[in-house]
């Protein structure tokens, strides 16, 4: 082989290689694996729509990916945000099953092993919430420089601004992001009570795991029943709950990790009905997002 064609399978072999790193940043950017798994795609696609001398010229393959994917969720962050306004009741980002890693696709539609999203702070449900309050350039150029480090040169040629200005994007998302107080770990014996006062409906013990500011936040999607607007307090958040277990017999929960962090899943006849991630400070739960829209909850099935 000569070795014109040598560098031709070592760019393949590196434009291959991307394709993790990609989907990770996708999800972090759009909070939907499907988005991400399309945005990838579309990448994809107009690499391999180039001619193959306009593709030998790329002198860093993994560098134009992620300014493509960079710059088509953009585009669809823009979009999304019009389309959120019409969405019914809360939109909430689609919740990770189990495990250290998660890769998209089903049981029927094995996933590719580099279609896995890797878990850690940046998922957690609360995180990815308050990346959904910033602006589309706020969020993309705070997730290329505070989760993915890159370089303000290099993310100001990502998304065609300055440097300074960037810098400013990611100065403002950090602010979010500080004023929202997203916790850094879970407990996973706190949700443990949690879990067993709600099954018991201990309206008492509810409301002392409870932080008397907690907020429940619950996406149905218009789908499925769900409080419309987040219910405040502790003390109500424990009274809906329990109102919901005894207009709910059967319902089974279990404790598992959501997006990374110990959540709640509630089955009824073996079918997955809610996700919950939970937020714990101080060792009361400030925070529950309920996600019922059974459109999000599809790869729970096999989890």
């Known amino acids: 082989m000569g ?23 996708a999800y972090r950017l759009l909070g939907s694996p499907a988005e991400a798994e399309d945005a990838v795609q579309e990448a994809y696609a107009r690499w391999y729509a180039m001619t193959p001398d306009r593709r030998g010229g790329v002198a860093s393959p993994g560098g134009w990916l992620t300014t493509v994917v960079s710059r088509i969720c953009l585009d669809v962050l823009g979009s999304a945000r019009v389309r959120r306004e019409r969405y019914v009741g809360e939109w909430l980002p689609e919740p990770l099953p189990d ?19 890797t878990l850690d702070e940046s998922v957690s449900m609360a995180f990815l919430v308050v990346l959904e309050s910033m602006t589309p350039a706020e969020r993309v150029v705070f997730v290329l420089h505070d989760v ?32 929202a107080r997203v916790p850094t770990a879970g407990n996973a014996a706190v949700v443990r009570e949690f879990r067993q006062a709600w099954e018991a409906k201990d309206i008492g013990a509810l409301v002392g795991l409870l932080d008397p500011s907690a907020v429940l936040v619950a996406d149905g999607g218009g789908l499925v029943s769900a409080v419309a607007r987040p219910v405040e307090g502790g003390e109500r958040i424990a009274q809906y709950l329990a109102f919901m277990a005894e207009k709910a017999p059967g319902l ?24 919950a991630a939970l937020d714990v400070v101080d060792g009361r739960i400030t925070r529950i997002w309920a996600v019922r829209n059974p459109e999000k909850l599809g790869r729970w099935a096999a989890a």
């Open 252 to 275: 089974v929960l279990l404790e598992r990790a959501v997006n990374g962090r110990p959540g709640l899943v509630a089955q009824r006849d073996g079918a997955t009905a809610t996700v």
């Open 99 to 117: 495990g250290a890693e998660w890769a998209v696709g089903t049981a029927a539609d094995p996933a590719d092993p580099a279609d896995r999203i």
């Open 148 to 179: 993915f480090r890159y370089p303000f040169p290099e993310i100001a040629a990502i998304v065609g601004r300055t440097a300074v200005a960037c810098r400013q994007l990611a100065s403002s998302g950090r602010r979010r992001v500080g004023a």
């Open 3 to 25: 070795t014109e064609g040598e560098r031709f399978e070592r760019q393949a072999d590196a434009v291959v290689g991307e394709r993790r790193h990609l989907i990770n940043l």
